[in-house]
């Protein structure tokens, strides 16, 4: 419910604390996709995704042990990192450093 889950937008309400954002409260499309998977291992698999993982997600990336990421739409371009939050440079560096395709 909104009225206990206060979905704030920090950049619209100048408000910078965490806990009256959605971030706190929503599991990540990517970490979603892989907990609810239709098969015991995806080991060695490829995911399709929308945007560049952020951190968080590319951890359960990495730990689910798939081995490419392919980016679609607008975001398959190479990827600006200093264009973009620090949790997706920090994601896209941790799959570099594991080896994962992206």
């Known amino acids: 419910s909104d009225s206990i889950f206060p979905w704030n937008d920090p950049e619209e309400d100048g408000s910078s604390e965490w806990l009256h954002t959605k971030e706190p409260y929503i599991c990540h499309a990517i970490s979603n996709s ?58 896209y560096k941790l799959l570099k450093m594991a080896g994962v395709k992206v």
């Open 34 to 91: 892989i907990l609810n998977k239709c098969t015991n291992d995806v080991a060695g698999a490829r995911i399709y995704v929308m945007e560049y993982p952020d951190c968080e997600s590319a951890k359960v990336v990495i730990q689910s042990r798939i081995e490419e990421v392919v980016v679609l739409g607008d975001a398959r371009q190479e990827v600006e990192l200093e264009k973009e939050t620090d949790e997706v440079q920090a994601g």
